[in-house]
């Protein structure tokens, strides 16, 4: 279960490089840039809702 718990901080990495990737995108191609802000504002989303499934879910086991 530990390997779990580390994969949705994996989320949060690639939030990151998506939003890079849109800040260096921003001036020179519009279309790829809002691309990888959706997906950056995805994986944020996957992360927080992995986080409250799995603490839901650790509660139940107690």
Request: aromatic content about 22%.
């Amino acid at each position: 279960m530990k390997q779990l718990s580390f994969f949705k901080y994996v989320y949060l990495v690639f939030a990151v490089i998506f939003f890079v990737e849109f800040i260096s995108n921003l001036g020179t191609n519009l279309t790829r840039s809002i691309i990888s802000f959706i997906l950056s504002m995805l994986a944020v989303f996957i992360f927080f809702f992995r986080k409250k499934i799995q603490n839901r879910f650790n509660s139940r086991n107690k």
